[in-house]
């Protein structure tokens, strides 16, 4: 095939996760991309329930419709304090994988400019005046190229900046007797053997019988599986769950890190999702911040569509949360076992409202002062200096 016979989009996604299908479905929300052609290659063709995604937001959203669950009340506990937290005006709210991979893939397959391939990525090659993308079956070439594939290697084989996991174990389980709480989410209990780490448990109830529960660690190293499984069951026998069916199982590794992917952008690639640092470092969430960012990356497309030509390193800045969560990051890395105390400090005495809106990265520096001065002291000192004199 010579290169006038490759078949050529004004823009590609390589990888069709959250982060993509989110912008995607913006692109058509918006009305303004309905002439330019869309390609979105992967390898799954998003037919599971694969994963499961929650947020906090104040008032309704584009998402509403595939919103399985909200709550507004939530549980945190230590071994030394446990603490329900009024959640209002936010809720947090749950919604399955395949729920959000449907909904969205119905809106795309009535769209005559947009086409999805369940092929394998094997090669992206960025030219002067185009990026040639290489499949297993296929190639095409496009203008610009929206890359979602992760790449491990970037954040793993350099010692800047701290990788850890958010990895977890969950059970989609029904139990015979009625120990759960359908009205409050189980947010962070760390009252789990920490064993040198940061391990809580987490529990999406959506009845007094049925219940997601995960056992969840900030850290750098996964475990051997069946400890989780170990753990959860240890966890059930102690909510007085001990007649229970097992439904599903979800698991899965989410990497935290202040790594800079964003360097990674050309003036024709940019990386979104996990592989353009989309997630929040801190916590591991994925949700909210691509809904964020992927608005943003709109909005930025529309701007230089219509006016300057477009490059795409400079869609992303820094702000002073990238910075908040590298220290945390760099107490975590040296000092895991600290998670729990951290965490705890925040939730103890803390306004909900006032975390959720840090976290969200919508508080103003006296605000981010209010939240801050809550957290222990000495350690956050310490990584202040550690990356002064770094």
Not at 11 to 37: C, E, N, P
Not at 137 to 149: A, D, G, P
Not at 271 to 292: L, P
Not at 301 to 319: D, G, R
Request: hydrophobic share 35%; glycine share 4%; with cysteine.
């Amino acid at each position: 095939m010579n290169s006038s016979q490759i078949p050529h989009f004004d823009y590609i996604f390589t990888g069709t996760g959250l982060a993509s299908l989110m912008t995607v479905y913006k692109m058509i929300l918006s009305g303004k991309f309905s002439d330019k052609s869309i390609l979105l290659l992967d390898q799954d063709i998003k037919k599971a329930n694969d994963r499961t995604w929650c947020f906090w937001q104040k008032e309704g959203s584009i998402w509403n419709s595939v919103v399985s669950k909200k709550w507004d009340l939530a549980f945190f506990a230590n071994e030394n304090f446990r603490r329900d937290l009024d959640l209002k005006p936010y809720s947090y709210n749950k919604i399955n994988g395949l729920d959000f991979y449907n909904f969205v893939f119905e809106v795309i397959s009535k769209q005559s400019n947009i086409t999805f391939l369940n092929e394998k990525v094997t090669e992206i090659n960025e030219l002067e005046t185009h990026v040639f993308v290489g499949t297993e079956e296929n190639r095409f070439t496009c203008n610009y190229l929206f890359n979602s594939i992760y790449t491990k290697a970037f954040a793993e084989k350099q010692n800047k900046y701290p990788v850890l996991q958010q990895h977890f174990v969950g059970w989609f389980i029904k139990t015979e007797e009625e120990v759960f709480n359908p009205e409050e989410v189980t947010f962070m209990d760390f009252s789990v053997y920490q064993k040198g780490n940061t391990r809580f448990m987490y529990v999406l109830p959506t009845s007094k019988t049925k219940a997601l529960v995960e056992y969840t660690l900030f850290s750098e190293k996964l475990l051997p599986k069946e400890e989780y499984e170990n753990e959860i069951q240890i966890y059930l026998k102690k909510l007085g769950a001990s007649q229970y069916q097992i439904l599903e199982k979800e698991e899965g590794s989410i990497p935290m890190t202040c790594y800079p992917f964003w360097e990674k952008n050309t003036k024709r690639v940019l990386n979104i999702g996990t592989a353009g640092g989309w997630t929040k470092a801190s916590t591991g969430y994925t949700f909210k911040n691509s809904d964020k960012k992927s608005s943003k990356l709109i909005e930025f497309l529309e701007e230089k569509n219509a006016s300057t030509p477009l490059s795409m390193t400079s869609f992303y800045k820094k702000s002073r949360f990238w910075f908040y969560d590298l220290l945390l990051l760099d107490i975590l890395y040296r000092h895991n076992e600290l998670g729990s105390s951290i965490f705890s400090s925040l939730f103890k005495k803390g306004n909900p409202e006032l975390i959720f809106k840090f976290l969200d990265e919508e508080t103003s520096f006296i605000e981010d002062f209010k939240v801050i001065i809550k957290c222990p002291k000495v350690p956050f000192i310490k990584a202040l200096f550690h990356r002064i004199f770094q």
